[in-house]
Nanobody, 124 residues
């Protein structure tokens, strides 16, 4: 089993920044891709960003390109999401996930483990 714990969420004004972290423990595999998803109230969970096992390849949903940066530190078993120029529409619960594969993927079913989420609220 792998446990994922997100942190770093909170309330921020539009235009501000937040850095989310996701600490992995248990039977972690450094060769697994990782990802961030988010879910706003009344909406389906959506893909935000993914990073491959070594951190050399990333993928983002169009709405966050140029504003969000995903990164990972395999030595610390930690995944990050730097979020800049935040907008009210970025408000959601953010979840990190560990994939079954090494390459980037935006498909939820390719992720085997999920965290409990951290809430991000962006005020206008």
């Amino acid at each position: 089993q792998v446990q994922l714990v997100e942190s770093g969420g909170g309330l921020v004004q539009a235009g501000g920044s937040l850095r989310l972290s996701c600490a992995a423990s248990g039977r972690t595999r450094s060769y697994a891709a990782m990802g961030w998803f988010r879910q706003a109230p009344g909406k389906e969970r959506e893909f935000v960003a993914s990073i491959n096992w070594i951190g050399s390849s990333t993928s983002y949903t169009d709405s966050v390109k140029g504003r969000f940066t995903i990164s990972r530190d395999n030595g610390k078993n930690t995944l990050y999401l730097q979020m800049n120029s935040l907008k009210p529409e970025d408000s959601a619960d953010y979840y990190c996930a560990a994939a079954r594969i090494a390459g980037v993927t935006d498909t939820p079913t390719m992720y085997a483990y999920w965290g409990q989420g951290t809430q991000v609220t962006v005020s206008s």
